[in-house]
């Protein structure tokens, strides 16, 4: 099985404020994203990932978010299958971003 990498949200943050082009992949459900959206993220729920993965770059560095990271985990392994070599899921997911990175994002 391919390793998938990690990042935690502040290293996320960092990132984005330093203006990384990191492709951020919401995978979280419409009402999920409507309490708590991610700044600049695409949304593409994770059960609609496989018909949907030509709208996704695997050459572009990408962080998979979710709510608690286990959802984007699993996507961010199914990507790594599908020959996505730069896929890293945001550990902690939205919730942990609230947490670590911007206090501003609502919890839920």
């Not at 099985?1 to 459900?29: C, H, Q, S, T, Y």
Request: charged share 25%.
């Amino acid at each position: 099985m391919p390793d998938i990498g990690a990042i935690e949200p502040a290293a996320l943050k960092a990132r984005l404020d330093r203006g990384d082009r990191i492709f951020i992949l919401d995978v979280r459900e419409p009402f999920e994203i409507s309490v708590a959206p991610f700044p600049g993220a695409s949304h593409i729920p994770m059960g609609d990932i496989p018909s949907r993965l030509t709208e996704l770059d695997p050459d572009r560095e990408t962080v998979v978010v979710c709510h608690h990271g286990v959802r984007s985990a699993q996507v961010a392994m199914y990507l790594a299958r599908q020959g996505f070599e730069h896929v890293l899921n945001l550990t902690g997911g939205i919730d942990a971003w609230s947490e670590d990175a911007d206090p501003s994002t609502p919890r839920y």
